[in-house]
């Protein structure tokens, strides 16, 4: 990890298109702003890993729903045979 000190109203360029900003420093917080392209998704990690909890969440419930498909493909195509 790199670790890096700046000071109110200094920058961080990550590539050519993204700047981070320190706006300001209170107690135990510091502001920040970002710059960056559209189509660069900025999250708070907090954010991020929840969002990343609910995808995993609708992955395995659509696993489950396509597994209960098929089962009742296989038990309508045996009904047909019987």
Known sequence: ?????????????????????????????????LTAPADVRIFREEIFRAIEEQNQKARLAGEDRLADAAELWLEVGNAKHD
């Open 1 to 33: 990890m790199l670790v890096l000190t700046r000071k109110i109203g200094e920058t961080i360029r990550l590539g050519d298109d993204v700047r981070v900003q320190v706006l300001a420093i209170r107690g135990g917080q510091v502001r920040l702003g």
